[in-house]
Each structure stands twice: as C-alpha cells, then as structure tokens.
C-alpha cells in the first residue's frame, strides 16, 4: 500500500512537500517524486514496502522513458501478466515488481489494461508520447483516489486533506453531499464534502489530456447481476464445490508478500472460511490470527474467534478493550478523518489494525462476503416488507410507529426492538429506498429539520434510485446485492477498512472480492443466496468440510460496538456552526441519555461530521 498525489500547472515543490506529508502514514518505508519541468507535471510516492522490496520504488519509469507510474495498490495476477508480457516481447529490469507489470501493461493493452488486473489499486500514468494522464481505479473502489480540476489544471491524491492541502482548491461545504452524508450514512461517489472535488468511482479510469487540458471518465466495469443457465441448471454440490476452489484461489493469491501476513478473525463464518483456507494451504508455515475483544459481553466474539483459532492449531492474539480505549481510539480517528463517514465500526477496526501492525505488514478480512452472498439483516427483511405493505395501508404507517415508539430501548447488539423501529420508519417508502434509510442516521424529514433546509427524496437517494431502476438483477434479492455491492461496500466498508489500516500503515487485503469470486457471485441464482432463510447459503456449503459446524450455525455479528451505551456517558458538545439546528440536536441528545430512543447512529455520525468540519473550518 501507499499514497500518491499530484498537479499538473506550476511546479510548486513546498505544495508536493505538503500533500506528501499528508499521506506519509499510507506509506512510512519510502518516498519518491517525479517533476516534469517542461509540461509542468509533479507526482509524489509514500511507499509501503510489500512486494520486490529492494527493486519496487516510485515513481516508476518505463525502460524507453516514455511513461512514468505512480502506483497505490497491489496487483495479484501480475506474475501471469509478467509471462504474457514477457512472451510479447516486453523486458522486465526488476525481479518481482507490480508496478513494473502496469508500464509495460498500459503499452500493450491502453485503456483495457484495468480490465486485465485483478487486485486493489489507484494509479496514475503520465503518458509522454501521448501527452495525456491516465488514471484508473480498482472494481470496487478498494484503493481511494480524490481529484479536481482548476484552471485547466488536475489536482489528485490518495486523500481529500492531502489533495486540498493545493491553495487552488476552496473547502466549501456542499449541501446536497451534506444531506446526502445523513441520508447514507456516508457520501457516494464521486461526490465529497466539498464543492467540485470529487473521487473516482470504482470500475472506472480518466483521461486528463495534457494538450487540451480536458477531462474525460469512462466506467471499464461494474458489478451487476447476470443470469446465466448453466448456474441456474447446476447442483448445489457442484457449485459450492466451485466457490471453493475458486476461494482457495482467490487465498493463496493474496498470500503472495515480502513481509508477514496475517488473518483479521471474529469467529463468524466469513472471517473462519479466510483463515480456514489459509490454514489449508500454509501447512508447514506459522499462521497468526487476529481480534478485537470487548469487556460487554453482549458484543464480545473473542471466544468465537478463540475456538475457531484453536480449532485450525494457528497462532492467536487477542486485546480486549473497553470504553476508555475505544474513547481514545474515537478522538484519534475523528481527528484524522479524512472524510466523514458514519461507520462507527471503524473504531474498532482501526484498534484491530494497530494491534496487527505490530506483528504483520498485512492482513486478510473477509470483507465481501455479505455483499455478494446476501449476508446483511435486511436480505431477510425484503419479503416481510412486501408482505406488510400489500396489507398495511399506508395511512396506518404513522400510527404504527407511535405506538413502536413506546417499547422499551434495548441496550444489546441490534435489540429485538431496534431492528422493529428500523424496519417500520423504512418499509413504508418505495423498495429502492428501502435499504438505504433502514441504514440512515435521519429519515429525509429529520433533515430537513436538523439542517433547515429542503430535501429532494429523488435527489436525496438519486444513486439508490437510479441503481434499483436500471438495474439488471430478476429479484429483489439481486438487486439489493447490486446496491451493497457497488454502493455501500465501496463508499462505506472498504472505505472505513481503507482509512482505519492506512491510519497504522498496515495493508488489508480481501479474497472474497477476487474477480473470479465475483464473477461466480454475479451469475450465481438467489435461491442458492438465501435458502430457506438460511443466508449465505452456498457459503457455509463450500465450507462445511472445512469448519466446524459451530460456526456453520453461528447467528451473523457485526463488527460493533457498544455505542449505544457508550454514547449515554460520553460528552457530547452542542454545535456552534450554524449549518446545523441546535435544537433538533439537543432533542436527539436528550432521547438518546434519557433512554427514550435509541439514537446511536444519528449521534455517530453527528461526532465525527461535527469534528471534520472542526478540524478543517477553522
């Protein structure tokens, strides 16, 4: 992993200087720059040393000096991309490179070489013959890059402080991507924070002309549901014997390092089939797994992941925190939060990558695996809201939920409770907003009341509308696995994994979001997704020899914390920036301390909102 950052336009080296500090913790092992006088091009490269230690430095130069990289990420398939290379003709000056592959790739295939990659990735290509930039991002966003354009000039980095650390650049707040942060719980891409900064989507490359000094973006890839007959003809048998194979792939693919490597562990299911499949092939190597515990437990799996550890004869360490440690790791991360996301999660996975990093310089998750084998609460919840709204008419809706208001406010991992109250202030809006507001931190009324201004439902969730409206998927089921797939999973969870690693220099890498995996899961029918209410369903049949059943019928747990109570002792300051209403938010205070609601992510994502602009606003 590393951090890349650039401008065309007036060569400015104190500006670089300051935009290479800024992403210095996303690569501590080395530093490169490249300065192009003559076209006014200036790259930056923080280096986390992972593959070809000695001969992998940037930026990178093609053999004939006609091309220069700078490189975030890391490709798996190189070394096959290395043999076609090399068997067209192309020479190679270092052993083991990545980086190298992408020179010699982008001369062969242009602008289809993304499509040839599988791994996590954000680069930049300053093609000197063509005069032109190339960029490109990985499928799902895994690797982040932020971009501007100013005065016919382009402005990138791996980070939104380091890309506006440029003095061209305004910090204007924008109001929709505002509303939108409230409305998601995070902001989509390729809006930001700010006013005209944007970021790359996943799947996607851009072409910054040197000559005209235009910009044009073009989607390579995105994921979508296929219907294909022979997945739909096939046994389940022969499927999860498939999905095996092809995890064991996607596993020993990204075992591939210079440098240690380790298993993120919580005992569920995903995270068990990651360092079972690693278990399988290190056989005569040490394998070290990793968890967070809790002092609450109600949210604790450290036993889980103990028994799945002991179970595979690895090497397991453990932290427990509580409530100080996760204060202290809280104020840290919201002090360099690069944007604001609402993914309290991150706390603890940030706590779990600093207490890896001081054993591995990279570790495997199994992030994905929700996404595209119908894994989240709400996959269950897509016939029960059918159900309700053919019976329940809509006039009732409102009624429904005052009386829900009068429950008791359950302190546990999702309370029976919560899940209820969740689930009825959603069903009653259109199937494509569904899933987004049972996520939210405010329903588009309480929006409009805590920022005092209109809210479009269309323009609020134009990305979830337009995804549900064009998308290709047979069922409510694909179609929800579209939405977390190119939405959520990208803007949210690899973008919290992204942040809480990258703050420790530790690199994640996730082999359910293999291109052979997705693939499989793209074509793969929902019945064999969700199967007689059992999610994840051709999941725990491809890895019922491997694991034990324990963990086959463990009940799914998310990475969470405690916030509900937590926030009830925390301090929690009144706003003074007038872009929010005091008293709404006074209101959502006191419910949440008296225990009258249960207003946890409202209040998450107000903290860490509250503090960016804090910290950045001055």
């Not at 293999?514 to 059992?534: Q, W």
Request: glycine fraction near 6%; charged fraction near 25%; hydrophobic fraction near 40%.
């Amino acid at each position: 992993m590393c951090g890349i950052a650039g401008f065309t336009g007036e060569i400015r080296k104190d500006i670089l200087e300051r935009m290479s500090l800024l992403v210095s913790h996303r690569g501590p092992d080395d530093f490169g720059e490249y300065i192009d006088q003559l076209n006014k091009i200036s790259f930056v490269h923080r280096r986390l040393s992972i593959l070809d230690l000695a001969g992998g430095g940037q930026p990178m130069w093609s053999n004939d000096r006609s091309m220069v990289v700078v490189f975030n990420g890391e490709i798996y398939n190189h070394a096959d991309l290395r043999s076609k290379l090399e068997q067209l003709g192309y020479k190679f000056n270092s052993n083991n490179s990545d980086t190298e592959v992408l020179l010699h790739g982008y001369r062969e295939w242009g602008d289809k070489l993304p499509l040839m990659l599988s791994g996590m990735f954000a680069f930049c290509i300053h093609d000197i013959h063509n005069n032109k930039l190339f960029f490109s991002r990985d499928r799902f966003g895994k690797k982040p890059l932020y971009y501007a354009c100013k005065n016919k000039n382009i402005i990138f980095s791996s980070e939104l402080n380091s890309l506006m650390a440029h003095p061209e650049l305004s910090r204007d707040l924008d109001t929709l991507s505002v509303q939108k942060y409230f409305g998601y719980g995070y902001i989509p891409s390729p809006r930001t924070i700010y006013k005209n900064i944007c970021k790359l989507p996943g799947g996607h490359s851009m072409v910054f002309d040197l000559q005209k000094r235009t910009l044009k973006i073009e989607k390579y890839w995105e994921f979508s549901i296929i219907r294909d007959e022979y997945y739909e003809a096939a046994s389940i048998e022969d499927l999860s014997e498939e999905l095996l194979g092809l995890l064991t792939n996607a596993v020993q693919k990204r075992l591939i390092s210079d440098v240690p490597v380790g298993v993120f562990l919580s005992g569920g299911l995903d995270s068990s089939s990651i360092l079972g499949l690693v278990s399988c092939i290190k056989k005569d190597r040490e394998v070290k797994s990793f968890s967070i515990g809790l002092d609450d437990p109600r949210f604790d799996e450290s036993e889980d992941a103990k028994f799945v550890a002991d179970f595979f004869g690895v090497t397991h360490l453990q932290q427990t925190i509580g409530m100080q440690e996760a204060n202290d790791a809280a104020n840290q991360i919201l002090l360099h939060m690069d944007e604001p996301m609402a993914d309290s999660s991150i706390v603890p996975t940030y706590l779990l990558s600093k207490f890896a990093k001081k054993s591995v310089s990279v570790a495997l998750s199994g992030d994905g695996a929700d996404e595209l084998f119908a894994g989240y609460g709400p996959f269950k919840a897509l016939q029960t809201a059918k159900i309700y709204s053919n019976i329940v008419p809509k006039y009732i809706h409102s009624g429904v939920e005052k009386v829900l208001a009068y429950l008791p406010t359950g302190q546990g991992y999702f309370s029976y409770d919560y899940k209820l109250k969740r689930f009825i202030r959603g069903v009653k809006f259109q199937p494509a907003l569904r899933c987004p507001i049972w996520m939210s931190p405010l329903t588009p009324s309480e929006i409009e009341d805590f920022l005092g201004t209109k809210v479009e439902i269309e323009e609020l969730y134009s990305e979830a509308i337009e995804l549900w409206n064009s998308s290709n998927g047979l069922d409510e089921i694909s179609k929800t696995s579209e939405f977390y797939s190119r939405i959520y999973l990208q803007d949210d969870i690899l973008n919290k994994v992204d942040r809480a690693s990258m703050m420790v220099g530790l690199e994640v890498r996730s082999p359910f979001l293999d291109n052979d995996v997705v693939e499989f899961a793209r074509r793969l029918p929902s019945k064999y997704k969700i199967f007689k209410g059992n999610q994840k369903y051709i999941l725990k049949q491809a890895m019922k020899k491997i694991l034990p059943s324990q963990v086959l019928i463990k009940k799914k747990q998310g990475f969470a914390i405690p916030l509900t109570n937590w926030l009830k002792k925390w301090d929690i300051k009144y706003s003074t920036n007038k872009l929010f209403c005091n008293d709404k938010l006074k209101s959502f205070i006191s419910e949440h301390k008296t225990g009258k609601k249960d207003n946890r992510l409202f209040l998450w994502s107000w903290l860490v909102i509250s503090r960016y602009i804090d910290v950045n606003h001055k």
